[in-house]
């Protein structure tokens, strides 16, 4: 499994009932908390490997650091950021690499493990399923509104609480009830990314928007233009795969092009197992939610609102 299916992570098979999971993924500040920048951006490299069904084992630390402005010491708290992560999710961080740079990047190159007959990919969605969202929407928007200094703390510290979740419990309860297709929501957006991986599996897909679960504070602070560049970009990749249904606004779109840092995962499951799995993660946690269900088709994507 490689990146001609667009896929989370390269997976290599060792043998019949092992497989390797590897990814590499790092970012540039999304907050101003240098310790929960850390936790972000290893949250959001090993959630690839949650992505695909499997379990990190080995981390290897990726950073970029402008030594002559910013101190080993302020270093130290993203990395022990990275270390919370990866104590939390039970895999070692063994070294990485380091270079000078004049704009501060981390992250983190995950190598995990899956059984090969247990493997989420963007192919794997089937009609007839009950389509999945473990995180809320509006990450990207209120990371800008952060850097514009327009949010409030309490949208800040939810957008923080999120993007520092893991998909580790996500991951688990997708497998457990069975779903063999899955993505995780990140930089193209819940559109883009499931958009890719109707079109992989070769399905369509019905999204009832007022089910799509949004962080408090994202919509007001949208409509009043705060919206990050890369949300246009998906917007424009996708958009001609997309109906727009009765009572579906520009705004709505907006959100769910959104792009995203650490977000949730998006998988299909049987209906007879959807409220299940909802209740497991909310109980868990998560801001879960059904958000609409896969059809036959060849890769588009239905927006229903009232």
Known sequence: MGATSGDDAAVYRISPERALV???????????????????????????????????ILGLNLVCWNTEELSNELLGDVLLGGQDIADECGFLVAGGHTVDDPEPKYGMAVVGEVHPDHMLTNAGLLAGQSLILTKPLGIGIITTAQKRNVVDDATIAAAIDSMTRTNAAAAAAAVAAGATGATDVTGFGLLGHAGRMAQESGVSLRIDINSVPVIDGARELAADGVVPGGTGRNLAWILDSVEIGHGVNELDVTILGDAQTSGGLVFGVDPAAADGVVADLIATGHTAAHIGDVTAGNGQILLAGS
């Open 22 to 56: 590897v990814t590499a993924d790092f970012i540039t500040p999304v907050i101003d908390d240098a310790r929960a920048w850390g936790r972000v951006a290893a949250a959001n490299a090993v959630s690839d490997v949650y992505a695909m069904g499997g379990t990190p």
